[in-house]
């Protein structure tokens, strides 16, 4: 069982759409990442928060805006995907960053753009 | 960190071992992660290892490092068919964000 839950397990959407992915973590981690992994590929590095404040951007299109709101929540809101977009989405956390600490990840939102 | 290299597939007969091997490319102070996913699902911490390190056992699981030739091997024990999987090396310097992926072993289980 994942400690890290992401929501919804799928999504299907049109590319003029917005909508959102939700990730919530309780073991009180303080960094939050988000990565998207193509089929039969390792996962790539899109974003990274710590104390709730964006640390990194890995040269992301901004049709891809994250947000922290807390320090147990993560969103991902997309608007205007393109079909290349389609990938699973993976959420992960850790107590802080810096490589000492093990990232855990959720079992991610597979994305499917129309 | 960006090089990091693994056979793409492996297959073994259930009962045996199985060793999944690894290389890396930094060589200043790195911590190297092994992380299992199964079909439809995400990414499940297995173990790590500090790059001062030689070996770590946990139950089934023997990592080995070999900082000379930065290679790092995952070696399951009395592999199962639960274990059919795929399996990613990941290395991360010590302060750094970014965790950087090998390309993964798919682990096949033979009954």
């Known amino acids: 069982d994942t400690e890290v839950t992401q929501t919804p397990k799928h999504l299907v959407m049109g590319m003029t759409n917005k909508k959102s992915l939700k990730c919530e973590q309780h073991m009180g981690h303080r960094a939050m990442y988000w990565y998207k992994q193509k089929a039969k590929k390792p996962p790539e590095l899109m974003f990274v928060?710590?104390?709730?404040?964006?640390?990194i951007n890995e040269s992301v299109p901004s049709r891809f805006s994250p947000e922290c709101p807390n320090s147990s929540l993560l969103n991902l809101h997309l608007h205007a995907l393109q079909p290349e977009d389609s990938a699973l989405y993976l959420c992960?956390?850790?107590?802080?960053?810096?490589?000492?600490?093990?990232?855990?990840f959720g079992d991610g939102t597979r994305l499917s753009i129309l | 960190g960006e090089d990091v290299e693994q056979s793409l597939f492996l297959s073994v007969r259930e009962g045996d071992s199985s060793v999944i091997n690894c290389t890396y490319t930094d060589s200043s102070s790195t911590y190297l992660y092994w992380y299992k996913q199964e079909p439809g699902a995400g990414l499940q911490l297995l173990t790590y290892?500090?790059?001062?390190?030689d070996m770590k056992q946990d139950q089934r699981l023997t990592v080995l490092l070999n900082k000379k030739d930065k290679h790092l091997s995952l070696r399951i024990a009395d592999t199962q068919t639960g274990d059919s999987a795929i399996y990613f090396c990941?290395?991360?310097?010590?302060?750094?964000?970014?965790?950087?992926f090998g390309t993964g072993t798919r682990l096949t289980v033979i009954p």
């Open positions: 290892i500090f790059s001062n390190m």
């Open positions: 990941a290395e991360i310097e010590t302060g750094a964000n970014n965790l950087f």
């Open positions: 992960a956390s850790s107590q802080v960053t810096g490589g000492g600490q093990p990232q855990h």
């Open positions: 928060y710590s104390y709730e404040k964006l640390s």
